[in-house]
């Protein structure tokens, strides 16, 4: 077998092993309260928000992009808890998901 045929496409292409630790460390779906970025003052905003995970961005930090709970949005985050989805935030994505506006 040719050493190249052992390796990840990525790793061909940027020559960078991947590390599953830290740049596989979510699966795509995941639900994690993720750690906000720029948010390092002592004033009681939340630190952390609920994420959908999407997907790595295969850097040596860690990043992810997914989709935020509390805004909507697409946000990118480096550090979060894996937790089990609860009934509650199941029902509120099919709610997400059957809206006029996805259609």
């Known amino acids: 077998m040719d050493r190249d045929e052992r ?6 292409l940027t ?3 991947i ?3 830290i740049q596989l ?3 795509f779906g995941d639900y ?3 750690n906000v970025k720029g948010n390092t003052s002592n004033s009681m ?7 959908i995970v999407g997907v790595p961005h295969l850097n ?14 697409h946000i990118e985050f ?4 894996l937790l089990p989805l609860p009934d509650y935030v199941r029902n509120h994505l099919n709610d997400l998901a059957e809206a006029p506006s996805l259609r």
């Open 7 to 12: 390796r990840s496409p990525h790793t061909i």
């Open 15 to 17: 020559g960078r092993d």
């Open 19 to 21: 590390d599953v630790r």
């Open 25 to 27: 460390k979510y699966a």
């Open 32 to 34: 994690v309260e993720a």
């Open 45 to 51: 905003a939340p630190r952390t928000e609920p994420v």
């Open 60 to 73: 040596r930090a860690g990043t992810y992009t997914g989709l935020s709970l509390v805004s909507g949005k």
């Open 78 to 81: 480096t550090h979060g808890r």
